[in-house]
């Protein structure tokens, strides 16, 4: 909506989760970027529930970050309770594995193919509920547009074992709660790895449309 490009870069395909398998979660991740008008979708194919903090498997995604340029990167927060949800392992160890990698891409005797990148931030977007994100975007003009999406993967959202937990609900409850915070609708909050610089703080305040 602002003019940038964006892209989602998959780890794995999902095929362990409870719901559908892996031919219908590549279906519904594709369906999901398409609604979000992403310019770029791929999955790298770990295996499901088997994502490691390697050295191989660091150097795989910074070929990545080397081919795509990005200035900013979007990671799950790397330390939550393990488990389910947010504490899921690939969310906590991709966390972890992808901030090293986007190191490992500026790095020139680093064995990739593609010439070094300097990543300008991440910005963690899974974070534990009772952590205090950066900041909040106000998301929503494109709540429409990001619950499609997030309806599209019905198998994880829908599922009888979601329906029994709440799992939709849960998401779209937390969303309205930061949303809450900053006065709007709905929120999505980030965790900045490093400071945010600005030049000016006045950036920082929201100006009514004229």
């Known amino acids: 909506k602002q003019g940038h490009s964006t892209g989602i870069l998959y780890m794995t395909r999902g095929e362990m989760g409870t719901g559908g398998d892996e031919a219908i979660r590549d279906k519904e991740t594709r369906k999901a970027a398409e609604i979000l008008e992403v310019d770029y979708m791929e999955t790298i194919g770990f295996k499901d529930c088997q994502v490691t903090d390697s050295f191989e498997n660091r150097l795989k995604v910074a070929e990545y970050i080397r081919k795509l340029k990005p200035k900013i990167i979007l990671l799950p927060y790397w330390d939550a309770v393990p488990g389910r949800g947010i504490g899921h392992t690939d969310h906590l160890v991709t966390g972890v594995m992808a901030s090293h990698?986007?190191?490992f891409a500026r790095l020139r005797k680093m064995p990739?193919?593609?010439?070094?990148?300097?990543?300008?931030?991440i910005l963690y977007y899974l974070f534990?509920?009772?952590m205090k994100p950066t900041f909040l975007v106000d998301i929503t003009e494109v709540a429409d547009q990001w619950i499609k999406a997030l309806q599209s993967h019905h198998s994880q959202m829908f599922g009888s074992h979601a329906l029994k937990t709440g799992f939709y609900d849960m998401i779209l409850a937390w969303f309205k709660q930061l949303g809450y915070m900053i006065g709007a609708e709905y929120a999505q909050g980030f965790i900045a790895a490093e400071p945010l610089k600005i030049q000016d703080p006045f950036v920082l305040i929201d100006t009514?449309?004229?």
């Open 101 to 103: 990698a986007v190191n």
């Open 112 to 121: 990739l193919s593609e010439e070094p990148h300097q990543v300008s931030q």
């Open 128 to 130: 534990p509920r009772e």
């Open 208 to 210: 009514p449309k004229a």
